[in-house]
């Protein structure tokens, strides 16, 4: 799965043919048998979380379950082989990678295709499993990276948005316009400048800012490294909303922000463990060491240069 994911995307760019040749001859005609089913249910205590299962298997997994710690992925391996655990988590990764790659572009056909709904109950995802599963701190973080992943290319990157500063209306009737800043946009968050409407904005936007705003301290740590890239991919998001246009409240923009510059300032950087003995060691890290060309510090600047890039 791996590797026909890769074939779907050329140098970031999707290529058509070859991703709907997959939905049609991989997802839709064998992916019965073969993918993982997953769906939301609500436990005992009115929580809800995500669970999966084997094809033509009614015996259900918490995907939380399926959350082994990196050594355990590199390591424990026994002698008969993967734990069905293990198994079951990395077919599930790389099956979501491939929806992701096979959606990559606003891909149509692809994007109808795995939308679960309740009149197509066969399909594979929606948007609040999608939405659950990447904000859920318990799953491994790379699982919830491929959940992002499909935010982005089914639920934000879709329809007819496009960046709102490409076609830009220069003439106007005078009296048809007002002194307060946006107030001509309308009271609906869910429409975009460019008049684009997309129903889970409220969500996304909570669901973004609670992300920023809990991980302003990165890690200059290489075991980390996966949290920084989760955390960038988010941002990734963000910088796709703001560019359709739907941050055109001001309220939000500030809101949002506060933890975007307080994540670029750098004073709540943190080194990698055991690497700072004294307070001495600290203030050389925060002047310099975080700065540096350094394999650990490389997934904290992706961030950061993420974070500029949704400021400008």
Known sequence: ????????????????????????????????D????????????????VVCHQPGS?????LRKLNPSFEARRLTVSKKGPSQARNEFELLEAQLHLFARLCKGNNKLAIEALLY?????NRYIDFKQALLCASDDSLNTSLRSRYVELVLVMFVDVGENRPFLDNLCYSFIYSD????????????ETVALTGVENTNFP???????????????????????????????IIDVLGHLVRYGYYDDEDDVDEV??????????????????????????????ASERKEDLVENKPVFAVKNKALEVLE
């Open 257 to 286: 922000m506060g933890p975007l510059i307080e994540l670029l300032n750098g004073k709540t950087d943190l080194p990698s463990a055991g690497k700072i003995d004294s307070e001495v060691d600290m203030k050389i890290f925060i």
């Open 177 to 188: 316009l007002v002194a307060q800043p946006y107030a001509d946009t309308g009271d609906d």
């Open 34 to 49: 073969i993918f993982l089913r997953t769906k939301v249910i609500t436990n005992d205590e009115g929580e809800e979380r």
């Open 203 to 233: 969500e996304l936007k909570l669901w973004v800012l609670d992300a920023v705003k809990n991980n302003v301290k990165l890690h200059c740590d290489s075991a980390l490294s996966d949290e920084n890239e989760l955390l960038e991919q």
């Open 1 to 32: 799965l791996d590797f026909l994911s890769s074939l779907c995307v050329c140098s970031g760019r999707p290529i058509p043919p070859t991703q709907n040749r997959l939905l049609y001859e991989l997802v839709l005609d064998k992916g019965k």
């Open 58 to 62: 009614d015996n259900v997994t918490s």
């Open 117 to 121: 709904s309740p009149e197509n109950p």
